[in-house]
């Protein structure tokens, strides 16, 4: 038997890759919501994943993820989905990322986006555009969570974060907000309003720095 360092190691990480991709097979096979192509990470074996009764969860071709137990974490409610698109890349090698849609809501992670350490929770709907930075330990709400008082109820509104965009670190986007194509959102900002395309914004609350050239075709 060769009693190479190298060969070992390289052997052992085919073993556990090999014991991965049985668990995530065995996960499909017992989950009827779950759809997960074949050629994503066999890291996402290490994935916690809550779904209800009628939820859908959709992980597309390339989809990657750290192996950390739980670094990604699905809750989804009854008759919600959440589908992450190919290539998209949810980073979580500083701290988990978690997908969270309520009953009946949708989240939508598009091709080739990034998201590290961050939190989606939706109550209607939040899409993320392709080619998308979102930084760690941001927040994205697309509901008041609760009640103010009893002559404030809870709103929820969609938010959109578009295409090339980049939402730095540390930074919360609330309810009905739309983070226009190439727009770049400053570290820490609160975004109450609709960012434009190609503009940078930042702080508490977000407000207008400037505009942005053409973020198309940059390396994540």
């Known amino acids: 038997?060769?009693?190479?360092?190298?060969?070992?190691?390289?052997?052992?990480?085919?073993?556990?890759?090999?014991?991965?991709?049985?668990?995530?097979?065995?996960?499909?096979?017992?989950?009827?919501g779950l759809q997960i192509d074949a050629s994503v990470s066999s890291n996402f074996?290490?994935?916690?994943?809550?779904?209800?009764p009628d939820a859908q969860l959709v992980i597309g071709?390339?989809?990657?993820?750290?192996?950390?137990?739980?670094?990604?974490?699905?809750?989804?409610?009854?008759?919600?989905?959440?589908?992450?698109?190919?290539?998209?890349?949810?980073?979580?090698?500083?701290?988990?990322?978690f997908l969270r849609a309520a009953p009946g809501a949708r989240i939508v992670v598009g091709r080739e986006s990034q998201l590290s350490a961050c939190m989606l929770t939706a109550k209607t709907e939040i899409t993320v555009?392709?080619?998308?930075?979102?930084?760690m330990g941001t927040r994205i709400f697309d509901s008041d969570q609760h009640?103010?008082?009893?002559?404030?109820?809870?709103?929820?509104?969609?938010?959109?974060?578009?295409?090339?965009?980049?939402?730095?670190?540390?930074?919360?986007?609330?309810?009905?907000?739309?983070?226009g194509t190439g727009s770049v959102v400053g570290t820490r900002s609160l975004v109450r309003s609709s960012v434009e395309p190609h503009t940078v914004v930042s702080g508490v609350p977000a407000k207008l720095y400037g505009k942005v050239g053409d973020r198309t075709g940059l390396d994540r």
């Not at 060769?2 to 096979?29: A, C, H, M, Y």
């Not at 509104?157 to 309810?175: C, F, G, M, N, S």
Request: charge should be neutral; glycine fraction near 8%; proline fraction near 5%.
């Open 1 to 32: 038997m060769n009693s190479n360092p190298n060969f070992i190691t390289v052997l052992l990480l085919k073993l556990i890759q090999v014991w991965d991709r049985g668990r995530l097979l065995r996960r499909v096979r017992n989950c009827p």
């Open 61 to 97: 071709p390339g989809v990657v993820t750290e192996r950390i137990r739980e670094g990604v974490r699905f809750e989804i409610g009854a008759g919600a989905s959440v589908v992450v698109e190919e290539g998209a890349w949810l980073r979580t090698d500083i701290a988990p990322v």
């Open 45 to 52: 074996a290490t994935a916690k994943f809550d779904l209800a």
């Open 129 to 135: 555009g392709r080619n998308v930075l979102i930084g």
């Open 147 to 179: 009640a103010v008082d009893v002559a404030h109820p809870e709103v929820s509104l969609p938010v959109h974060v578009e295409d090339y965009a980049w939402i730095a670190a540390d930074v919360t986007v609330l309810r009905g907000v739309t983070v």
